[in-house]
C-alpha cells in the first residue's frame, strides 16, 4: 500500500494558480495516481487521474515526473468554490486510501 | 451524484442499538465500498465488495458488518451501536476499469450520531 504525504491546509486568493503537491515514495509501477476533491458534508468527488507525465482536463491539471515519487495537482485561476478538502490517493484496484487530504482555503 | 443513494441521511440512535445504513446505486457498477469519516479526518474503508459474493473487510470493519443484496445493494449494518461510531457514513460504486484504476462515485452521504 503506497503511503501518501500532503500538506495539510494550504490557503489562496481568486485568480491564482494553486498547486498542491503529494508524496509517495514508495509507488509502485502497476500504481496510479488519483485526486478527490471534497466540499463540506458531501463526498468526493473525481477530479484527476494519471500514470505518467502530465494529464489535463477542464477542471486541473497533474504533473508526474519520471520517477513518479510525487505528483502536483494544479487548479488553474482558482475561485471561492474551490475552498475544499483535496486527496490524492495511489494504488490499483482495491488498494487505495485516502488520506487526511489538503485544505484549500479560497480567500477573496 | 445522485445515481449513488443513501438512506437514511440522517440517524439519531442510542447505545446498543442495531441499526442498518442502506446503499443503492443506479451505475450498474460492480464494485461497492462503505467508508466513514470522522470530523476533519480523511475517509476509512469499512467493507468493499467487488461483487455479489465478494466482501472484504478494510481498515476499520470491527463493529460493523455487510449485506450485498444485490449488485445495485449494499447495506452497512452496526450491530450494536457506540458513541464512537458517531460519524459521517460514505458509500461508493465504482466499476472495473478498462485502463488506469477505478474513479469511485459518492452517495450524499449518511449523518449518524450515536448516544
Known amino acids: 500500500l503506497a503511503k501518501t504525504t500532503q500538506p495539510i491546509s494550504m490557503d489562496s486568493y481568486e485568480g491564482q494558480e494553486v498547486n498542491i503537491t503529494c508524496s509517495h515514495n514508495n509507488i509502485a509501477t502497476n500504481d496510479y495516481i488519483t485526486w478527490y476533491q471534497q466540499f463540506p458534508s458531501q463526498g468526493p468527488r473525481f477530479i484527476i487521474q494519471g500514470y505518467k507525465t502530465k494529464v489535463t482536463n477542464e477542471v486541473a491539471s497533474l504533473f508526474i515526473p519520471a520517477d513518479r515519487k510525487s505528483s502536483t495537482l494544479s487548479l488553474p485561476r482558482v475561485s471561492l468554490s474551490d475552498t475544499a478538502v483535496y486527496y490524492c490517493l495511489v494504488g490499483d484496484l482495491g488498494d487505495m486510501r485516502f488520506g487526511a487530504g489538503t485544505r484549500l482555503t479560497v480567500k477573496p | 451524484d445522485a445515481d449513488v443513494t443513501q438512506t437514511p441521511r440522517n440517524r439519531i440512535t442510542k447505545t446498543g442499538k442495531r441499526i442498518m445504513l442502506e446503499c443503492s446505486q443506479t451505475?450498474?457498477?460492480?464494485?461497492m465500498y462503505w467508508y466513514r469519516q470522522d470530523p476533519g479526518l480523511g475517509l476509512q474503508l469499512i467493507y468493499y465488495?467487488?461483487?455479489?459474493?465478494?466482501?472484504n473487510k478494510g481498515e476499520i470493519s470491527d463493529g460493523y458488518s455487510v449485506s450485498r443484496q444485490a449488485q445495485a445493494k449494499f447495506s452497512l449494518s452496526l450491530e450494536s451501536a457506540i458513541p464512537n461510531q458517531t460519524a459521517l457514513y460514505f458509500c461508493?460504486?465504482?466499476?472495473?476499469?478498462?485502463?488506469?484504476?477505478?474513479?469511485?462515485?459518492f452517495g450524499p452521504g449518511t449523518r449518524l450520531l450515536v448516544l
Open positions: 451505475k450498474g457498477h460492480d464494485r
Open positions: 465488495s467487488f461483487d455479489v459474493k465478494d466482501i
Open positions: 461508493a460504486t465504482s466499476d472495473s476499469p478498462k485502463s488506469g484504476v477505478e474513479t469511485q462515485y
